[in-house]
């Protein structure tokens, strides 16, 4: 095999730069690899592919700006660390892209943000419309608010949950290794790389059982749990060096680098396994014949215009069941608004939402990623 089309083709990507190699082994930021990394990603923008970075080191640049040599064991001092050393980390960013006409934004997002339904919602709007103004995302961890993520020091679980937020074609993993190896590297002198396995394999998890680096914690396990939770949204995961030179464009242009774990099925497959799995409806929207023939036939998003009435008392990011004018199910899926707007809002055309509620989350009643035809 000599080149990776799923890189190729890919045309959203999350990239994840972990503490280990963003912090240059415990000395502040390394701007100029940082530097290097924005340039890439810059390229792979302007050729048409979204990217959103989950970035660490904030906890490493904060313990630089305060002086601190060894990494705090007192939670309350870890999260001072994070907050102190994301102005850095974001500060960087953002300087970096402006070298290339970029502008860049702040997305702190806990885990439970993201199994919150309204919140899972509002996070993806948020991420997409960033991407829809070509802003670039960089998500790290709220780790004032929490404690599990800053203890473990994962955010390559972020970088998995972020894939399966924005339906990402790929996650990338950028560390201090060249890969996964099928033994810890730092180790054994003898490891050798690991290029290409399903995510689901289970002789990996023996490979990738060693510990972490001194200012990463999560080490290869984690990786490899990430690269499952994407597969679940149908996302590859490539883990490869963040030292190697061009690692991001020759990985876009397809080169073997890294290791590439595979999802068991495709994206669309995976999405519609993943909403018919919300067993309970919240309500009931009464399609017209235009909406069914749109959502069951083409494929679209249903749009207020097509709902006749909307019964049940749900709330937004809800899974909802969509009915025929007989009141047979023939879809189901996270609806954009509350019951009451929804009944407000049912019957007109988009363009009147804004008029009606005041606000809009969505022209659509159900985009059609969160739709599955039944
Ligand atoms: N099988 C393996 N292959 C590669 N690296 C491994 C393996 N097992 C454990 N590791 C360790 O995982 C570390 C990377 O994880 P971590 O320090 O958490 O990085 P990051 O900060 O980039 O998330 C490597 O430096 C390496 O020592
Ligand atoms: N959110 C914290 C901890 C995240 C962290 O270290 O993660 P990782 O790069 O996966 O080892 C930080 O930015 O330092």
């Not at 990217?51 to 490493?60: K, L, M, N, Q, R």
């Not at 949204?233 to 060096?241: D, L, N, Y």
Request: glycine share 12%; aromatic share 4%; with cysteine.
């Amino acid at each position: 095999m000599s080149e990776r089309t799923q890189l190729r083709q890919a045309r959203r990507l999350v990239i994840k730069i972990g503490s280990a190699l963003l912090t240059n082994d415990g000395k502040g930021l390394d701007v100029a690899s940082l530097g290097l990394w924005v340039d890439q990603i810059a390229e792979l923008i302007s050729g048409g592919v979204e990217v959103v970075i989950v970035s660490s080191g904030s906890v490493a640049e904060g313990m630089s700006r305060l002086g601190w040599s060894e990494r705090p064991k007192q939670l309350h001092l870890l999260q001072a660390a994070a907050a102190t050393g994301q102005m850095g980390l974001v500060q960087t960013w953002e300087a970096q892209f402006k070298r290339h006409g970029l502008h860049s934004a702040q997305i702190l997002l806990t885990h439970d943000d993201l199994s919150d339904r309204k919140r899972y919602l509002n996070g993806r709007s948020t991420l997409r419309a960033l991407l829809d103004v070509g802003v670039v995302p960089i998500v790290n961890e709220n780790d004032t608010v929490v404690t599990d993520e800053i203890r473990f020091g994962d955010n390559d679980t972020l970088g998995a949950l972020v894939a399966n937020l924005i339906e990402a074609d790929g996650l990338v993993i950028l560390t201090d290794q060249l890969g996964l190896f099928d033994k810890d590297p730092r180790k054994h002198a003898d490891a050798s790389l690991v290029t290409e396995c399903k995510a689901s394999d289970a002789s990996l998890d023996a490979m990738a059982g060693g510990g972490a680096g001194a200012l990463g914690r999560g080490g290869m396990l984690t990786k490899l749990r990430a690269a499952r939770l994407a597969a679940r949204s149908g996302a590859f995961t490539v883990i490869a060096g963040g030292r190697i030179e061009h690692v991001i464009t020759r990985l876009r242009d397809g080169e073997v680098l890294g290791t590439l774990l595979l999802p068991e099925q495709g994206r669309t497959a995976a999405r519609k396994q993943w909403l018919a799995s919300h067993l309970q409806t919240r309500g009931r929207l009464i399609l017209d014949d235009g909406a069914v023939r749109m959502v069951c036939l083409n494929g679209r998003s249903l749009l207020p215009v097509g709902v006749k009435e909307v019964s049940g008392a749900f709330r937004r990011g809800e899974m909802v069941s969509c009915v025929n004018s007989s009141g047979k199910e023939v879809a189901r899926g996270l609806v954009n608004y509350d019951a009451a707007e929804a009944r407000s809002i049912a019957g007109q055309s988009s363009d009147r939402i804004v008029e009606v509620l005041g606000y809009a989350s969505g022209e659509e009643m159900i985009h059609r990623d969160n739709l599955v035809v039944v």
